[in-house]
């Protein structure tokens, strides 16, 4: 079919990217049973909005922290977090805040996905291969005496690091919500109002 007769169908660019970003979402299916307890479920959600960005590497530059889309699909996976969190004694905006940090941080990993895609094809050279060409500009800026900590990193990993950003992604949520847990701590029927 030619491309404009989508046209038809939507009213124009902007409506055709939102119906497509809200399918993408309805992707992800989320258990009818959660699991127990708040860092299951937000780990749960945070790996299931991290498969999306993977299958579709352009969604992490369409949606947005201070702009949300007004999505269903998008809508249901904020419920279904914010629903990890209720009942805690948890001021809404702590709650929200909590919400949009995990939020933020597999979006803020994923749009490097697409980021390094696009690299790779503008420049015909693999991650490794750009690495592999820099790596005398960081050897003498590490040699340079300005950056020891930077130099001993360096050394230490001088026979190779290999950056994946799956392996990335289930490294920090470990610390990420080992840095949540104190909030949700020790707070019974007190409101938490900070955050």
Do not use: C
């Amino acid at each position: 079919v030619p491309t404009m007769s989508l046209y038809r169908h939507v009213d124009g660019k902007d409506d055709l990217i939102l119906r497509v970003t809200d399918a993408v979402f309805a992707e992800a299916v989320l258990p009818a049973d959660p699991p127990a307890g708040w860092r299951a479920r937000l780990t749960l959600s945070a790996r299931l909005q991290w498969a999306l960005y993977r299958r579709h590497p352009w969604l992490a530059q369409l949606v947005s922290l201070t702009r949300p889309l007004p999505l269903r699909n998008v809508i249901v996976i904020g419920e279904w977090a914010l629903a990890a969190l209720d009942g805690l004694g948890l001021a809404a905006a702590t709650m929200l805040h909590v919400h949009l940090l995990v939020f933020s941080y597999v979006r803020g990993l994923a749009i490097n996905i697409e980021w390094e895609s696009e690299a790779e094809a503008a420049s015909g050279l693999t991650e490794g291969e750009w690495m592999d060409a820099h790596s005398p500009a960081l050897d003498a800026l590490a040699g340079s005496g300005e950056f020891p900590t930077f130099a001993r990193v360096l050394t230490d990993l001088a026979d190779g690091f290999d950056l994946d950003l799956d392996r990335l992604f289930e490294f920090g949520l470990g610390p990420l919500f080992d840095g949540i847990a104190p909030l949700l701590a020790d707070r019974p029927g007190r409101p938490i109002t900070g955050a």
